[in-house]
């Protein structure tokens, strides 16, 4: 059985860095082809996906986001960490994790239930 | 930069048809997928690839693909039909999503 849960702070200041992980389990990011991306959500506004992270550790961002960004894995505790530098309001989302294996590629086969990010002051 | 562009709304009677379009340049090149979400939801695949759709999936939903456009068509729609639904295109670098459709059933 495949779960994905996101964790992380549900209120972070302008300015700060957000740090959020991606805990899953029923598959290892080890395996070949697989992946986990993170997506937002805006309260109200559309999916934006941000960033994915490959078996391989090969690594692609958003390229509106890129310099903000940075994704990692540990394989050993079954844990994908995301990095957003700068946060500002509009940043104010819900955040996915979801993965994305080599049969569903290129569409993501499990979600998370999404974490909650406010941005504010 | 290369974007998804979907119309923000449709609305649709209960047993008619909604058709949902989806149009980006490289579209003719790269296959479309098609997700559901309702309120406090995941998004759930509906059509992949065009026009393939999921097991588990009602036959009611289809997609088509003409040039740099794709469509979403709901046949006989039902009020658990009610939701966003977003396409979805991808390359090895990276994904991107349309702006997604509201669909309401009236």
């Known amino acids: 059985q495949v779960t994905l849960r996101e964790s992380g702070p549900a209120l972070v200041k302008p300015t700060q860095t957000l740090t959020l992980t991606c805990t899953f389990s029923g598959f290892s990011l080890s395996t070949s082809g697989m992946c986990v991306s993170w997506i937002r959500q805006p309260p109200g506004k559309a999916l934006e996906w941000l960033a994915r992270i490959d078996w391989d550790d090969d690594k692609y961002y958003s390229t509106s986001l890129k310099t903000r960004l940075t994704i990692s894995k540990d394989t050993s505790k079954n844990q994908v960490v995301l990095t957003m530098t700068n946060m500002d309001p509009v940043d104010t989302a819900t955040y996915y994790c979801?993965?994305?294996?080599?049969?569903?590629?290129?569409?993501?086969?499990?979600w998370g239930q999404g974490t909650l990010v406010t941005v504010s002051s | 930069s290369y974007e998804l562009t979907q119309p923000p709304s449709v609305s649709v009677s209960p047993g008619q048809t909604a058709r949902i379009t989806c149009s980006g340049d490289?579209?003719?090149?790269?296959?479309a997928y098609w997700y559901q979400q309702k309120p406090g939801q995941a998004p759930v695949l509906v059509i992949y690839?065009?026009?393939e759709r999921p097991s588990g999936i009602p036959e009611r939903f289809s997609g088509s693909s003409s040039g740099t456009t794709v469509t979403l068509t709901i046949s006989g729609v039902q009020a658990e039909d009610e939701a966003d639904y977003y396409c979805?295109?991808?390359?090895?670098?990276?994904?991107?999503f349309g702006g997604g459709t509201k669909l309401t059933v009236l």
């Open positions: 490289a579209l003719p090149k790269q296959y």
């Open positions: 979801a993965r994305m294996s080599s049969s569903s590629w290129p569409t993501f086969d499990y």
């Open positions: 690839k065009d026009s």
């Open positions: 979805q295109s991808a390359d090895s670098s990276g994904t991107l």
